[in-house]
C-alpha cells in the first residue's frame, strides 16, 4: 500500500527570527517550522477576516440598520 500524498505541498523558506527565542523553542522542544506555519496561518485569516469586514462593511451595515428599525426578521415565531 502506497502513501497517500499531501494535499498541501510544503516549500523549504529562510526566515530571520528572533535568536534568544530561537534557542528556547528548540530547547523546549518546540517544531519552529510548524509552529512558524501555525502563526503564519493565523496572521493570515486574521487579515482575511479585516479584508471581508471591510469589503462588506456596507451590507452589514444595511443589515444592522434594518434590524435596529424593523427588529429580528421572524422574531414573532421565536420560542424563547
Given at each position: 500500500m502506497g502513501a497517500v500524498p499531501n494535499k498541501h505541498t510544503r516549500k523549504a523558506t529562510n526566515v530571520s527570527l528572533d535568536s534568544e527565542l530561537l534557542e528556547t523553542a528548540?530547547?523546549?522542544?518546540?517544531?519552529?517550522?510548524?509552529?512558524?506555519?501555525?502563526?503564519?496561518?493565523?496572521?493570515?485569516?486574521?487579515?482575511?477576516?479585516?479584508?471581508?469586514?471591510?469589503?462588506?462593511?456596507?451590507?452589514i451595515q444595511a443589515s444592522n440598520d434594518y434590524v435596529e428599525t424593523?427588529?429580528?426578521?421572524?422574531?414573532?415565531?421565536?420560542?424563547f
Open positions: 528548540k530547547q523546549l522542544g518546540i517544531n519552529i517550522s510548524r509552529s512558524a506555519e501555525a502563526g503564519l496561518r493565523d496572521a493570515v485569516a486574521k487579515r482575511q477576516a479585516e479584508i471581508w469586514k471591510k469589503e462588506n462593511r456596507a451590507a424593523h427588529g429580528i426578521p421572524l422574531a414573532s415565531h421565536r420560542k
